[in-house]
Each structure stands twice: as structure tokens, then as C-alpha cells.
């Protein structure tokens, strides 16, 4: 029962207050609940659990272009009737509604992500967690499905400064495009998305024929999927293509995006998976024992979104969470069972197993064409050496002892980590 | 349709077997695909008649009924790229097709678009042309509008063309639907005799010729552009209800019949196959044939649709599916067959039997093809499962996706992501996609891609001063030596309590306190900056009983208007937050949207999780019904007596 990984998990209690507006499927809140209920299972214990810092607008851009960032910063509810040329441009409005304190929103799971990534670069832990983070639609210049801001994006170009290849898996049952566009010419980055395709469902993109091009002809895999997949066929082929992806890929790092929105009885969901099933490919990722960074992304019932990231947040520390949710404020949306297997859907499963071993043979041919034209090293990256950052003008040396002020600033974690013996207590074998 | 209809090599489809329950049945259930040739025009000069008077037709159409309807449409339409459109191609590739619903579930617009001569880039206008313009008129012509009370006033001579018209692109087309229809809609009720049928009946047409589906694929569009001898794809299902027109009773039914053919018979493959080839091979071929080929391959794909059909008369029920399709085998087996001709001829029906079963036949696919689209994916047709029922999307893409090209694909984006959650737009969608057609290509390029390094083996710096702050374990708190020793995590909830009523709500809420309490001394100033303190229904603690009253009030009065008012949503909620706040005013919106989580959400929750266990839906922020219980536990909090106020709020809270 004990996890012999490090494990950083993000959380910032201001994210899950902000509110879409009404009867929008988003719903932040959903990051409270997660919090909650990892937090009555007690797998805090396991875990550090860190504050993201809010990522500054030239962060954002280091994907997104500067105006959207910048008119983002600016935009807020009140005056966004004042910029209908940009709200259009930016495709704001509709589904990616400007709401109350959205910038800061975007900056703390943007900022949540990239910080996980920067752990795991500086090898301060082997899996981090950012349930808020996963929005994987957002473009380089616009907004797109509740999307605003690619953290995923953010999150694997600061990889890239530490890892050759980065492997990106999403399993959200919408398209991963906003990741897949983003890395669309690079054969550094290889996104992999397991998705419903088909009937005008968004985005529309994601056929098995987009395979990327250029350097990145055949480093994007999609696998469309037709409505109401179930467990044993999705974590079968989810299986069989990864396995082959990370032993042809040989990736340094891997992002998983854990949209839950691919469970059944999801709201915009279409597929029949099962809590275990979804995180039953968690675990599979999780065996490889490369780097991992887990994001959140779609899950629009927000219990069964709290249940499963919960679940899966106990895969990842190699926890079996018992099926009776521990009494806690939110017990009453758990309510009448209480319990945290959810009843599977009873959406007839479209996929047929002709149409699935099509599927997967095409995938495995276009893999096959990697493994003759290798064009990216295939060597793992010489070791990191680390060197503490000393930023004279953001703290006092003598300040960074007190911990009181640690939340009010960064902290640099660096530091406390080397000096102090604090971080090995947590993940003890003893 | 086909007048001097033969079949060069008559095929001989002895094969086809009628079992004997089919002619005691009745129903008619045909799934599979069907696939019906037809003879096209005898010459051009044929086809340059039928475009003027395509354009007669349609330029009084668009005057009549178009100005009738008080929409202006202007001739001739433009394609994007300031091409005119050749109207009068596009209505005969789509009839050819079938309908525009075909096509578009199908996703044939590329093709169409092709037949057209027109490039893939604009098929989406030329989508939208035919919406605009053609489309009405085809349910016109279908519907036989130009019959109705409305138009006596016509000129007499316009009437005629469009006779002319409907008959001849029957004849061309293999579409003699028009004919077919009205003479169904003439008769008060209906005359499929088909219909009086109680079970359903199941109808493989099986084709034989295997060959001949590459030969669609594609060569189909090369055949196409050398003479307008269309192909029809369609695989249909129809169920028949003897309770209800228009609904489809999952009981009902099903007999399966199959109509096969034997496959290792060589001779049949031959007779059949021949007509195909000779049809492609001669020019001069005018031979109108009507040839009914079928496919029975499990990798084939069906399109399922079923269709009911109306009720019919009870006089008619001498008229039997068997005989319909008696007859049906009978035409395929010898289309020299005069009784056959005749009926073609004939719409006054001097060989009435035949006549009339042929009328049932073209009736009972016009029914099919009228409603495709209606009942698609209409879980209620159980009797369809049992069949080899295959999800539309499957045909879209094994049969037709792989002959489109990446391109067009990709070219339907999905604009809005929870317009699942609001099919009433699906329509509207639907269309402003096709005005606003989308290229996967203009997503390449500087301002979609990622600018990626080249990797240079070297580890270049990754920031290390933004790492986030760490939370926990606190840095100095006071819990360290708990990870020392053995440490459990992950226990569910404690099966036993010592309460007095286990599992009462006194209990519930102890427990909640009690590990909220816990969960406060463990975490200790992480409880606030987590926004515990800001988590549950304790938040209403710091609400005064009268803000929650007007809270309440606000939230009943938007929904109200979401559901009756004319106004914009966002409207709606504009004023919705303008007076939460002039209302509450001690609460920040923050507060509010924290409020309505943590206390509202949660009450209706707990009200759904008692009165309607089976219906909840805590997402939903429209529907709420029932939602605004007193506080939970309030009487506790307050010393109050209890009171049963639930129905009181159901009341209230009905629109």
C-alpha cells in the first residue's frame, strides 16, 4: 500500500470558486469536490500537495499569441460587450463564456500545470497531479470547448527543455485538438488521442487519418471511437496501442489528460466506461515508471468527475479506495448510495470489433512507419543537473525559513528541498 | 419511370425464395441494402428538354411559393467563388442519390459536389444552395404541392410542365416517387396494402455480384459523368404498427424473411452480373432496366431506418405484402412483362392489380425515404436490434468516409461543444457550419503550431523559481511524525456509529462535523487557505435567513424567465446577477456563486435524494424543481419543530 513515487499534486482553492454562468456544463466547483474527497480518503497523507503559482501573461505566451493573451487579461464581463470584433475573433462568447476573475482562472491551472512540470524536470517528483489543469481544445489564438488557455501545451513545452520526446495520451472523450494542432509539424512531441468521432460531435477533428505532418507526419495517433465503448474493448486497445507507442516512442516523459467526461452517464459524454475502467488506463500508464504528469480536462457530472479523478489520484498512489465515501461536507451529492463505483450506462456499445481492429490496425501500420524512418534521436537525455536559482530581489534569504510567508510568495522549493530533509519523510520505505 | 423497361440478359431471379411465412405476413422489413439501377435518359436531347423545363418549373416556383412565404431568393444563386450554380445538375445528382437527407447523413455533398463539376472547397455552398433552393422544391414536387387547393389558380399550362416535369425526372431518374406518392396521398388513407400487415418481415435482398460494390466505390463516378444513369443506394428498414402511425412499438414484430440468393450458383451470378457490365460497356444501351440487386455480406453495412406507415382502410386488406412482393420478384424476374409496363404507363390504372401493387412498392419507398431521417437513431425500435443493426455513423464511415478524403472530413467541425446538451440547436448548428466552412488547412501554420526547439541533446533551462508553494505536509506543522509510522489512508466511511439513529440525518450531519473538525485541527491554517472554511452547507451560517429568502426568489423568478421570457439568456442572467446583488448586498458575487454550490445545489440535492432518488441531476441549473428546502439541519441550528415543507415547495416551485 505504499507508493514508492513522488507525488506533487496541485491545488489552489480559488479555482474551484469561479462560475461559467448558468447551465453551463463547466463547472469548477467539480475542482472543490475532487479536493474534498481526496482529501476524506486521506490520501493527502501520501502526497505533497502544492500551491501553483499563478502563471504571468509572458508564460501564456510562450504558446498563445500576445493580443489573445493580453485581451484575455483585459476582457471582463462588464466591458466585454465593448470588443465585439475581438470577442468574435478570439471565439469568446458562446461556449467560452467571459466570466468573473476568468484570467485568473486561466492563470492558476495554466500556472498548476507548468509548475508540474518544472517538478518533474527538476526530478522533485515522479508523477504530478493537476485535476484543474487539462484543457485541451484552447488554440494558439483563440478560445475553443471551455477552453481558454492550453496548459497542456504550456505544460509539455517545458518538458521539451528537459526531454527529446514527450509522449501526450488523452483520454477525454472529446478530440484532444488544441494539443495535437499545437504539435502538428514536431516529431518531438507525439499526441495520442482516444476520442468519440463521428455525427458532428465537437470538435469534428480527429479522424484516424490526421497523423500530423511534415517532422510530424505519424507522431499524431487518433483513435476515433463510436458512441458507448465499453470497458473491456477501450482498456484492450488503449493497452495494445500504448504499449506500442511507448516501446516505439521510447518518450522521457508522458502526459496523461484524464477528461472524465469519457465515463458513462457524463453529460456530453457518449461513452460507457466505468470508474475503474478509465483508471485502468491510469495504472497502465503508471507501469511504464516514466515521469508522469495527470491532468484533469472534460468530466461534466460533477460527482462522478470528483469520484474518478479521486479514484485515480489513489491509483497513482497505489491505493484501492474502499467503495463507501467517509462522511464529508459534500456527502449529499454522493448521496442515495454514497459510494464511489458509479452504475455503468446503458448505451449500446457502437463499436464493433471489426470496426476496432480496423481501427488499430491502421495505428500500428503508421507506427510501423516510425520505427524504419527514425528522425529523432532515440537516446534518452543525459542527466539533469540541477542548479539552484538564487533570485536576489524576490525574497529575503533569511525569509525563506519562515514558512508563514511561504504562501505568500513562490517559494523556492529548491531550496527548502536540499537544506532540509522534510521531503523525504513523506515517501518513506520505512 | 423505365416505359420500354428490359432486361437484356433477363436475369433470371428464380433464386429469390418466399418463404411461406412471409405470404401470411405482413410488415415489411427490409434491411440490407438495395441497391436500384436505373436506365437514365435515352439522349441528350431528352436532358436538355428536361433543363428547360426545370427552369420553367423552378423560376415560377421560386416566385410563387417563395414570394408566398415572403423570402427572397435571388437568381441565379452564386457559388463562393462567384460561379453560378448549375441548379438543375445538383437537383438531379441529389434525386439521383436519393433525398437530401440521404446525402447529407451519407455524407455524399463531396460527391455530389463532383457530379457537379464543382470543387470540394465549395461544397458547402453548394450545400447551402441546395437548402435554399432546391430543397423546398423537391418536398413540393414530392409532396405533390403544386396539386394543392392553394394553387387552382395556376395556369393550367404550368400544372402541365410540372406533370411533365415530375414524370419525366421520374423516368430519368428512377424516381417515380412522384407519381407513386400522389396516388398514394389520393387515396384517402393510403393504399399500401402492406400495411395492414401485424408482423414485421425481414427482407434481405442479397446482391451478388461482389464485384460490383468496388464498382460504386469507385468506379460509380466515373459512370455517373458519362450518362446520367443514376444509382440508388439505400438500405432501408421499415417496421409497420398497427396501433399508432408514426411511432415504432419495440414488440412489434419480426418475422425474418430472406430473400437470398443462392450464392454458389454461378448461373445466377452471371445473369446478374451481366447487366452491369453491358450497361457500362454500351453507349447506345437504351434499354431502361430496372434491376434490383442486393447484397448479402456480413461486413456490409446497413443504414436501418424504420418507417411506419400509416393505417390503412380495411378494404384494402385483401391486398397482401406477399402479392406486393409476388409481383416485385415478378418484374425483377421479367421486366418485358407487359403487366408491368402497363402499370408504369398507366396512372388511371386499367391493369388495376398491377397497377396498384406497383404504387404500393414506389409508396411504401417513398414512406421510407420521406421519414429516413426522422426516427434515426429512435431507440424504441427494438425489433431492429435483432437485426444486423449498425449505427449510422458506421456506414458514414466505412463506406463512404473512405472514399473522402482527410480534407473534407476534417471540414465539419462541430462549432459548439455543449450543443449535446442542447439539441433543439443542433439544426441551427448545423446550418451555420455550412456557412462558415471550416478548412483543416487553415489550422496549419504560424498561428496554430507550437514553435518546438530542435532538440539539441542539451538540457536548456527550465525555471526553477515558479515550482509552486508547498501546501503539505505543512513545512513545520505539527503532524510530521505521523508519516513516521505506519500510516493507513484510503479508509471508506466507518460502518458502525454509536448514534441513536444510525444513518438518521442527526447522524449524518454529526459525522460531517465531526470529520470536519478533523479534517480543520489536521490541516490547521491549510483549512482556510484551502477554502474549507468556504466548503458546505456551514457557508449559510454567515447568510442571514432573509438573504436566503430573496436568493431563493431570484433564482425561482430567472428560471421563470429562462423558460417563458423572449430575452437573451444572457440577458436573463445579467439582470439575474444585478439583482443578487442589489438584493444581498453584504455578498460579494463570489459569495453568491459560492452560496448557490455549497447550500443550494446541496439542499436540492438532498431533496432530489429523498423525493426523486431516480431523477437527479445536480447539474442541471435550469430544472430545478423542488431545490429550496429549508436549511438542513436548520430546526437543529435553531430549535425549531419540524415541518414537513417539501410539497409546500414543490407547489411553489412549478412553473
Not at chain 1, 171 to 190: L, N, P, Q, S
Not at chain 1, 245 to 262: K, R
Not at chain 2, 514 to 540: A, C, D, H, T
Request: hydrophobic fraction near 35%; proline fraction near 4%.
Amino acid at each position: 500500500m505504499r507508493s514508492k513515487d513522488r507525488i506533487s499534486y496541485f491545488y489552489d482553492g480559488d479555482a474551484g470558486n469561479v462560475y461559467f454562468g448558468p447551465n453551463h456544463p463547466m463547472k469548477p466547483h467539480r475542482l472543490c469536490m475532487t479536493h474534498h474527497l481526496v482529501l476524506s480518503y486521506d490520501l493527502h497523507k501520501k502526497m505533497e500537495i502544492y500551491r501553483p503559482h499563478k502563471a504571468y501573461p509572458v508564460e501564456l505566451a510562450q504558446f498563445h499569441s500576445a493580443d489573445y493573451v493580453e485581451f484575455l487579461q483585459r476582457i471582463n464581463p462588464d466591458t466585454q460587450h465593448l470588443f465585439p470584433e475581438e470577442m468574435a475573433k478570439f471565439k469568446l462568447g458562446e461556449d467560452c463564456p467571459v466570466f468573473d476573475d476568468m484570467f485568473e482562472f486561466c492563470q492558476i491551472y495554466a500556472g498548476g500545470t507548468i509548475d508540474a512540470a518544472r517538478r518533474l524536470n527538476n526530478q522533485l517528483c515522479d508523477i504530478a497531479i493537476n485535476w484543474a489543469g487539462g484543457l485541451h481544445h484552447a488554440k494558439k489564438c483563440e478560445a475553443s470547448g471551455f477552453c481558454y488557455i492550453n496548459d497542456l501545451v504550456l505544460g509539455i513545452l517545458e518538458l521539451l527543455k528537459y526531454h527529446a520526446r514527450v509522449l501526450y495520451i488523452d483520454i477525454d472523450v472529446h478530440h484532444g485538438d488544441g494539443v495535437e494542432e499545437a504539435f502538428y509539424f514536431t516529431d518531438r512531441v507525439m499526441t495520442v488521442s482516444f476520442h468519440k468521432y463521428g455525427n458532428l460531435f465537437f470538435p469534428g477533428s480527429g479522424d484516424v487519418k490526421e497523423i500530423g505532418e511534415r517532422e510530424g507526419k505519424f507522431y499524431a495517433i487518433n483513435i476515433p471511437l463510436k458512441d458507448g465503448i465499453d470497458d473491456t474493448s477501450f482498456t484492450r486497445l488503449f493497452k495494445t496501442i500504448i504499449s506500442k507507442v511507448v516501446e516505439t516512442y521510447q518518450p522521457g516523459v508522458i502526459v496523461l489528460q484524464c477528461g472524465a467526461d469519457s465515463l458513462a452517464g457524463d453529460r456530453l459524454g457518449c461513452f460507457n466506461l466505468s470508474i475503474d475502467g478509465h483508471a485502468e488506463c491510469v495504472r497502465f500508464v503508471k507501469k511504464f515508471g516514466l515521469p508522469l504528469l495527470v491532468t484533469g480536462g472534460g468530466g461534466y457530472t460533477k460527482e462522478n468527475v470528483a469520484r474518478c479523478w479521486t479514484v485515480e489520484t489513489g491509483v497513482l498512489l497505489d491505493t484501492e479506495l474502499p467503495n463507501e465515501i467517509p462522511d464529508n461536507e459534500y456527502i449529499k451529492y454522493f448521496a442515495p448510495e454514497c459510494s464511489l463505483r458509479i452504475p455503468t450506462g446503458h448505451i449500446e456499445n457502437f463499436n464493433s470489433k471489426s470496426y476496432l481492429g480496423t481501427i488499430k490496425m491502421q495505428v500500428l501500420e503508421n507506427l510501423r512507419c516510425i520505427q524504419h524512418a527514425p528522425s529523432v534521436q532515440m537516446q534518452e537525455v543525459p542527466p539533469d543537473f540541477y542548479i539552484p536559482d538564487f533570485d536576489e530581489d524576490e525574497k529575503n534569504p533569511d525569509e525563506r525559513i519562515d514558512q508563514h510567508t511561504q504562501d505568500k510568495h513562490i517559494q523556492r522549493d529548491d531550496e527548502y528541498y536540499e537544506g532540509d530533509n522534510d521531503n523525504d519523510h513523506n515517501m518513506d520505505d520505512a | 419511370m423505365a416505359c420500354d423497361s428490359k432486361l437484356r440478359n433477363g436475369s433470371d431471379l428464380n433464386e429469390f425464395k418466399i418463404p411461406e411465412v412471409c405470404k401470411s405476413n405482413s410488415g415489411l422489413f427490409v434491411n440490407h441494402e438495395l441497391y436500384v439501377n436505373y436506365g437514365g435518359l435515352d439522349g441528350c436531347a431528352d436532358v436538355d428538354e428536361l433543363r428547360v423545363l426545370f427552369d420553367q418549373v423552378l423560376s415560377f416556383f421560386l416566385k410563387e411559393v417563395c414570394v408566398s412565404k415572403k423570402v427572397f431568393r435571388p437568381f441565379p444563386p452564386k457559388l463562393g467563388d462567384g460561379q453560378e450554380a448549375d441548379l438543375f445538375k445538383l437537383f438531379l445528382t441529389v434525386r439521383r442519390i436519393g433525398s437530401y437527407e440521404l446525402v447529407s447523413e451519407n455524407n455524399l455533398w463531396e460527391f455530389v459536389a463532383r457530379e457537379c463539376g464543382i470543387e470540394i472547397g465549395l461544397v458547402a455552398s453548394l450545400k447551402l444552395i441546395y437548402i435554399k433552393y432546391l430543397k423546398e422544391l423537391d418536398q413540393w414536387l414530392l409532396n405533390g404541392g403544386f396539386r394543392d387547393g392553394k394553387m387552382e389558380n395556376i395556369e393550367i399550362s404550368v400544372v402541365e410542365k410540372l406533370d411533365l416535369l415530375s414524370r419525366q425526372l421520374g423516368r430519368s431518374l428512377v424516381d417515380v416517387e412522384i407519381i407513386g406518392f400522389e396516388d398514394c396521398k389520393g387515396k384517402t388513407e393510403g393504399t399500401s396494402g402492406f400495411n395492414q400487415v401485424q408482423g414485421g418481415m425481414n427482407l434481405d435482398f442479397s446482391r451478388i455480384n461482389c464485384d460490383d460494390e468496388e464498382k460504386f466505390g469507385a468506379g460509380g463516378h466515373k459512370r455517373c459523368e458519362l450518362s446520367p444513369k443514376s444509382i440508388k443506394k439505400v438500405g432501408f428498414s421499415m417496421v409497420n404498427d398497427e396501433v399508432k402511425r408514426k411511432e415504432i412499438l419495440p414488440d412489434n414484430v419480426v418475422m425474418k424473411v430472406r430473400l437470398s440468393m443462392n450464392h454458389g450458383d454461378d448461373n445466377v451470378l452471371k445473369s446478374v452480373d451481366l447487366p452491369v457490365i453491358d450497361y457500362l460497356d454500351d453507349d447506345d444501351d437504351d434499354n431502361d432496366d430496372v434491376m434490383i440487386t442486393a447484397k448479402d455480406d456480413d461486413l456490409d453495412n446497413v443504414v436501418s431506418r424504420s418507417v411506419n406507415i400509416q393505417k390503412r382502410k380495411r378494404e384494402e386488406e385483401s391486398l397482401q405484402l406477399s402479392e406486393m412482393l409476388d409481383w416485385l420478384a415478378n418484374a425483377a424476374r421479367d421486366p418485358h412483362n407487359n403487366a408491368f409496363e402497363t402499370s408504369q404507363r398507366s396512372n388511371k390504372g386499367k391493369n388495376f392489380t398491377n397497377d396498384h401493387l406497383h404504387k404500393q412498392v414506389l409508396s411504401a419507398r417513398c414512406a421510407l425515404f420521406a421519414e429516413l431521417n426522422v426516427d434515426l437513431g429512435n431507440e424504441a425500435c427494438g425489433s431492429q436490434k435483432k437485426t444486423q443493426r449498425m449505427h449510422p455513423s458506421m456506414y458514414e464511415n466505412d463506406r463512404v468516409q473512405l472514399r473522402c478524403s482527410r480534407r473534407t472530413t476534417a471540414a465539419i467541425p462541430c462549432p459548439l461543444k455543449r450543443q449535446q446538451t442542447e439539441s433543439s440547436n443542433i439544426r441551427t448548428d448545423r446550418i451555420r457550419e455550412i456557412t462558415e466552412p471550416h478548412d483543416q488547412k487553415c489550422n496549419l501554420g504560424p498561428h496554430h503550431q507550437a514553435e518546438v526547439p530542435q532538440w539539441t541533446g542539451v538540457v536548456s533551462d527550465s525555471d526553477p523559481k515558479w515550482l509552486g508553494s508547498q501546501m503539505w505536509p505543512q513545512p513545520n506543522g505539527p503532524y510530521r511524525e505521523n508519516e513516521e509510522g505506519e500510516m493507513v489512508i484510503g479508509q471508506g466511511r466507518q460502518g458502525i456509529c454509536e448514534c441513536v439513529f444510525p444513518g438518521s440525518a442527526e447522524c449524518v450531519r454529526f459525522h460531517i462535523a465531526e470529520n470536519r473538525l478533523k479534517v480543520k485541527i489536521e490541516l490547521g491554517p491549510l483549512f482556510y487557505k484551502w477554502k474549507f472554511n468556504q466548503m458546505g452547507e456551514e457557508i449559510s451560517l454567515s447568510w442571514e435567513p432573509e438573504e436566503e429568502k430573496r436568493f431563493k426568489s431570484i433564482v425561482i423568478k430567472a428560471r421563470y424567465d429562462l423558460e417563458h421570457s423572449t430575452k437573451s439568456r444572457r440577458e436573463i442572467m445579467n439582470k439575474f446577477w444585478t439583482k443578487a446583488s442589489d438584493l444581498i448586498p453584504d455578498k460579494l458575487k463570489k459569495n453568491v456563486v459560492s452560496y448557490y454550490f455549497n447550500v443550494f445545489v446541496l439542499r436540492r440535492r438532498s431533496y432530489q435524494n429523498r423525493v426523486t432518488p431516480k431523477e437527479i441531476d445536480s447539474d442541471n441549473d435550469e430544472e430545478e424543481v423542488g431545490s429550496v428546502g429549508d436549511r438542513f439541519g436548520y430546526e437543529k441550528i435553531h430549535g425549531l419543530s419540524l415541518k414537513c415543507s417539501e410539497n409546500l415547495q414543490r407547489t411553489d416551485l412549478e412553473p
